[in-house]
Structures are given as C-alpha cells and as structure tokens.
C-alpha cells in the first residue's frame, strides 16, 4: 500500500460512546488525520453538517433517541443537505447481517465493527483518497469503483456471510 497524506481530511465522528470517540479520534490522528470533529448526537451532527464540510463522516448505528440510519436518511434524502455525497462508514457493535444490509441500503458507503481495528480505518481512508468517485452520488446512482482497494484478505460482501452475525471489517460497495 502506497502512503497517503492524511492531513488534510476533515472527519466528522458521530457516536454516543465518548470512550470509542476518544479511540477512533486517537486513531485517525496517528494517521496524520489533523480535523477531527465529534459529536455524540444525530442532531449534533446534522448542525456541524451544515456548519461544515467533512471529507467522510464514521457514524455509529444506534444512538438512542435517534440512529445512524437517522443522519444517512439527511444527507442523503434531505433537499436542503449542502453534502448529500458525504462518504459515511457506518459503525456498529450490532453487525447481524440485516443491520450491514439496511446500512448500506440506506445510504452508508461502508461498514466498520466494533471493536475497529486501525488497519480496517486505515483501508477506508486510502479508499477515499484513491478512489473519491466510489463515493459521489448523483440521483441515487452509486457507482462502483474502478479497482479493488488492496488488502490482506477481501473483506466479504453480503452474499459471502451465511451466519447471521458478521465478525471483522465488512466493506461493501454497491
């Protein structure tokens, strides 16, 4: 994997858990990752959204009163969203393979699961910075990118996992 330059992404961080937002903060700031913003609320993030403008956004799954599905739904439906193209990995304990689907259906671009490990968030970063046209969307039209990003082992789409429970990284790319 070739290196990257980091330092000029702007991440938006979207989790309820102050401890995970403090690890993945560490994490993307060992990557050379120097804007990181983090909000614990959908609301939250919806305001920073239109305070702002991220180059990706790692949002967790269920954050209650609302959900990470909540905050897809606004950038990706709400007319006045300013980044309706707005890369989200999608983050979740709860990786049962309904959640994944619904996810991506819904909008994410990608799924992490908790626990994360850095080389899963190091490989979406290099996959925002090689291949950003996996990430635009134009009426509801999400392209596929031009190569595979590179890895140790493919992480599995939807139709490689057979139990109900998704353990590791899943990338999915529609």
Known sequence: ??????????????????????????????????????????????????????????????????????????????????CPSLPIIMVSAYAKRDVVKSAIQNGADSFLVKPIRPRDVLKRLVALMEYPESFVRSAGHRPKPDAPIEADKPDPTLEDVEDETVTGTVTLLA
Request: proline letters at 4%; one cysteine or more.
């Open 1 to 82: 994997m070739r290196q990257h330059d980091f330092s000029s992404l702007r991440i938006l961080i979207v989790d309820d858990d102050r401890f995970f937002l403090s690890i993945l903060t560490h994490v993307l700031h060992g990557f050379g990752v120097r804007d990181v913003s983090v909000t614990t609320s959908v609301r939250g993030a919806i305001l920073r959204c239109t305070a702002g403008e991220f180059d990706a956004a790692f949002v967790d799954c269920r954050m209650p009163p609302n959900h990470g599905l909540d905050f897809i739904n606004y950038i990706r439906r709400d007319p006045d969203c300013v």
